[in-house]
T-cell receptor, first 111, second 115 residues
């Protein structure tokens, strides 16, 4: 059975801080890892990673995958209160369409 | 494009009552999914469909049934609601994975309370 574990489960920081969120996975015939942001409503897509060592970047957010050690990190630099959300990661096998989600990290950014 | 829509947004049921949640997508996606989200447990897959007329069980299927009579719609039914089914339900859809992206697009959610 596939498994995805995120850490920490919750994190409180001040505006301007840099945060690193962790995601480790055990996915049979791994194909991709996805990051989502969820702000009290539907999760919205951030990144999809398939190759080791290649950083995906969008503004202050970036993510990288390590397929040897089976983990991914999501970095947020110069955090803002609008970054407060639950961040979810999910792993996908090569076959089929199902995603296996982690528990999520609740990030709170205080002014 | 409306994307993925869900009805209703909120519902309160009494134990033993039945209801159907409707999900609709206008992106011509082949695949559709129903998840439930409980505090501290992420998203757990209930049932999914890889095309019109097909359904399959996910991680937590017990107590739920689904139907996909039309490509754009995916219905989730609770035949006899139980308090353990109190949760937020999300529908999602995606392209065939052969098209490159594994992204799933989510609806706004339905908050269900079973008393």
């Amino acid at each position: 059975e596939d498994k995805v574990v995120q850490s920490p489960l919750s994190l409180v920081v001040h505006e301007g801080d840099t945060v690193t969120l962790n995601c480790s996975y055990e996915v049979t015939n791994f194909r991709s890892l996805l990051w989502y942001k969820q702000e009290k409503k539907a999760p919205t897509f951030l990144f999809m990673l398939t190759s080791s060592g290649i950083e995906k970047k969008s503004g202050r957010l970036s993510s990288i995958l390590d397929k040897k050690e089976l983990f991914s990190i999501l970095n947020i630099t110069a955090t803002q209160t609008g970054d407060s959300a639950v961040y979810l990661c999910a792993g996908k096998e090569t076959s089929g369409s199902r995603l296996t989600f982690g528990e999520g990290t609740q990030l709170t950014v205080n002014p | 494009n409306a994307g993925v829509t869900q009805t209703p947004k909120f519902r309160v049921l009494k134990t033993g009552q039945s209801m159907t949640l409707l999900c609709a997508q206008d992106m011509n996606h082949e695949y559709m999914y129903w998840y439930r989200q409980d505090p501290g447990m992420g998203l757990r897959l209930i049932h999914y469909s890889v095309g019109e007329g097909t359904t399959a069980k996910g991680e937590v299927p017990d107590g739920y049934n689904v139907s996909r009579l039309k490509k754009q719609n995916f219905l989730l039914g609770l035949e006899s609601a139980a308090p353990s089914q109190t949760s937020v339900y999300f529908c999602a859809s995606s392209y065939d994975t052969g098209k490159g992206s594994d992204e799933q697009f989510f609806g706004p959610g339905t908050r269900l309370t079973v008393l």
